[in-house]
C-alpha cells in the first residue's frame, strides 16, 4: 500500500500596522452664533443674547462638572482571564504584530505587555487592560479572525457532525474544525485534533468505508512510518503522525488524515472495525 509522505506547508506572515487619525481644523458656529466647543465660550459678554459673565461661568462649571463625571471606559478583559473572546483578542492584536504567539485564549503576560504597548502607541492610558476603548481602536484596524487564526496550533470545538453521521459507526472528520469525531448511532465517543494534505495532495471528501487496517505500516512510496492505518481511500488513511505531535499544522501529508495524539489513535485503532463508515466533510 502506497500510504502518505509528510509535506511542508507555507507560512503566512503578517507586518506591522498603525492607526493614524486626522482632526477636521475647521470651526463650527452653533446656531446662536457662539462657538460649540465643550463647556460653552467663558470669555465675558458672550453667549445667548450678550448674556453675563457670571452666566457664561456658571454653563462653563456645568461644563466642567458633566465632563469629570463621565464614567471610565468598563475594562473587558485584563491578566487572568480566559475564553474565545481572549482568543480573538490575540489574534487581532497578532494580526498587527503586537503579539508574536499563536492565541492560547489565556490572558498572560504577554497579551498584557501587547495591550500595553498597543495602548501606549496610541496615546491611550496604558494600563494592560483591555477596555471599550482599546477595544474599539483594535478592532477598527484589525479584520475578524477566521477559525485557523484562532486556533493556529489546532484544539478548537468540534462543528456539528454531518447528517451521514448521525446513524451507524463512524469516523467523521471535518475539514472545517480539523477534527475527528468517532460515533456511534449519533454519540460521540471520542474526539482528536487532525490534518490533512496540503494544496496538490488534498485529503478526498465524501463518504467511505474502512477497508484495511495495519498496526505497523509503513508506506511503500516514502517509507515513512504509518502507525494505527485505517485506510478508507486508496492509499489515504487515518494514522498517527510523529511529525504532526512535534510539528503541529506547519506540516501536511499527501493526503492521509494525520493524528497526533498516539494514545487516543491506539484506542480508536482498537475500537473500529473493517467495513465502519468514514465520512469527510467540510
Not at 503579539?99 to 494592560?128: D, H, I
Not at 478508507?232 to 504532526?244: K, L, N, P, R
Amino acid at each position: 500500500m502506497a500510504g502518505c509522505e509528510v509535506r511542508d506547508t507555507g507560512a503566512g506572515t503578517t507586518g506591522p500596522g498603525a492607526g493614524t487619525g486626522a482632526g477636521s481644523g475647521g470651526r463650527h458656529r452653533s446656531p446662536a452664533g457662539t462657538r460649540n466647543t465643550p463647556g460653552g465660550d467663558d470669555r465675558p459678554g458672550t453667549g445667548d443674547g450678550g448674556g453675563s459673565a457670571k452666566g457664561t461661568a456658571a454653563g462653563s462649571a456645568a461644563g466642567r462638572t458633566t465632563a469629570s463625571a463621565a464614567p471610565p471606559a468598563r475594562v473587558l478583559w485584563s491578566r487572568g482571564d480566559s475564553g474565545r473572546s481572549v482568543r480573538e483578542l490575540q489574534a487581532r492584536l497578532r494580526q498587527i504584530a503586537w503579539l508574536s504567539e499563536a492565541p492560547t485564549g489565556t490572558y498572560g503576560p504577554l497579551t498584557e505587555r501587547a495591550v500595553r504597548g498597543f495602548q501606549s502607541k496610541r496615546g491611550l492610558p496604558a494600563t494592560g487592560r483591555t477596555d471599550t476603548v482599546t477595544w474599539r481602536r483594535l478592532v477598527a484596524m484589525t479584520r475578524a479572525p477566521g477559525t485557523w487564526e484562532l486556533y493556529p496550533m489546532g484544539g478548537q470545538p468540534a462543528g456539528a457532525p454531518d447528517a451521514r453521521c448521525l446513524t451507524g459507526r463512524v469516523l467523521c472528520i471535518d475539514k472545517t474544525s480539523r477534527t475527528l469525531r468517532w460515533m456511534i448511532d449519533g454519540r460521540t465517543l471520542s474526539t482528536m485534533a487532525v490534518r490533512f494534505g496540503t494544496q496538490y495532495t488534498p485529503t478526498r471528501e465524501g463518504e467511505f468505508q474502512v477497508y484495511w487496517k495495519s498496526r505497523h505500516h509503513v508506506s511503500t512510496i516514502y517509507h515513512t512510518a504509518m502507525p494505527y492505518a485505517m485506510f478508507f481511500s486508496g492509499g489515504q488513511a487515518v494514522h498517527y503522525s510523529s511529525d504532526f505531535a512535534a510539528r503541529g499544522y506547519a506540516g501536511g501529508s499527501h493526503g492521509c488524515v494525520n493524528v497526533r495524539d498516539e494514545a487516543a489513535i491506539a484506542r480508536l485503532f482498537a475500537q473500529v472495525k473493517v467495513g465502519d463508515k468514514v465520512v469527510v466533510h467540510r
